[in-house]
């Protein structure tokens, strides 16, 4: 009996001991420090939208916001559990109608530094390729939203013809226009040309004026302000409707709360201010799904009003069953 109990005694040390070894060695293993790739799919009728993360960069929002003050944008960004600068996600939708695969603006690329420019590598780890994309439509031509329609010099998506607002195109990607520029405004100017043109040479690139149906389902809707050919694009399939705000709006947690909050980046801020304000109280009222390109990713969700302000409710999570 005493042997039996030595032995059993030996067997539960030994069991604790490879324990510990096990607990040590799995302790020691390093931080990964990435996230899983970035994209998000859902169903709308009879599409399918996959969100697609560029990544997400600082956003010095106490710089960059008017019409508020400093404490009020604290306040904001505080009752948000977040602080300045904020990191601003930002965003890419594929639209696959079952006969066409459409991409609603393509990120940075390489033009706006080393946490964004993964719009690509996340399409990849979706299950698509760039060479699938048939057409492109751009909200506007600020750099964090055309950069990605090149990589190496070379269009980044060969078959794919682009299509934006004949207003943004005369805009940005007129040579006399960024000669009368401020120095800060030209690399805005430069990195559209960079993007679009190397398209219109080789004429994929298709201008559209003011709302136009695009393609079955995909309607753009002029939306000017924040540029002067920024443009909405709405999404209908079998009775359910998703509307990309492209950037109507930048910081969540302060311009929801109120929506008269404007953006330096605006060439008008007047008239985006009207836009926003008109896209929240629709959106709210109709009740379809919105999402924004920097919006926390995957930026998809609804709003709901409350007096004077709006409640942000993010898209509940689907396994796409």
């Known amino acids: 009996m005493t042997f039996y109990r030595r032995l059993i005694c030996c067997l539960a040390l030994a069991l604790a001991f490879a324990t510990l070894l096990s ?4 302790a020691g293993a390093p931080l990964m420090k990435t996230q899983a790739p970035g994209y998000y799919r859902m169903m709308l009728g009879d599409f399918e939208v996959t969100a697609l993360s560029d990544g997400t960069i600082a956003l010095p929002v106490g710089k960059l916001l008017g019409n508020t003050t400093p404490a009020r944008i604290e306040r904001a960004l505080a009752n948000a559990y977040l602080k300045d600068p904020v990191e601003t996600s930002v965003n890419g939708y594929l639209v696959n109608t079952g006969s066409r695969l459409v991409l609603i603006d393509t990120g940075a690329g390489t033009l706006f530094g080393p946490t ?3 719009l690509i590598a996340n399409l990849k780890a979706s299950g698509y390729q760039p060479e699938q994309i048939d057409e492109i439509y751009i909200t506007h031509m600020h750099p964090d939203h055309v ?4 990589i190496g010099g070379k269009p980044a998506f060969p078959n794919a013809t682009v299509r934006a607002d004949q207003r943004e195109a005369d805009f940005w990607l007129s040579q006399a226009h960024m000669d009368a520029a401020s120095k800060e405004a030209k690399t805005s100017y430069q990195g559209a040309m960079e993007s679009l043109n190397p398209y219109v040479a080789a004429g994929k690139f298709k201008p559209f004026i003011g709302d136009t149906e695009l393609i079955p389902g995909i309607k753009a809707v002029a939306s ?3 540029t002067v050919g920024h443009t909405t694009y709405m999404i209908e399939s079998n009775g359910q409707k998703l509307v990309l705000w492209g950037d ?3 910081v969540a947690a302060v311009q929801f709360a109120d929506p008269s909050v404007v953006m330096k980046f605006d060439t008008d801020s007047e008239a985006a201010s009207i836009e926003r304000k008109k896209a929240f109280a629709d959106a709210a009222k109709q009740g379809y799904r919105v999402a924004g390109a920097h919006l926390a990713f995957p930026g998809i969700g609804h709003l709901r009003a409350n007096a004077g ?3 942000w409710v993010p898209a509940n999570y689907s396994s796409l069953r």
């Open 224 to 226: 000017p302000g924040h």
């Open 147 to 150: 950069g990605g329609l090149m």
């Open 248 to 250: 109507l709006m930048h």
């Open 23 to 26: 607990t040590v060695a799995h």
């Open 309 to 311: 302000s709006y409640t």
């Open 116 to 118: 964004l420019g993964n």
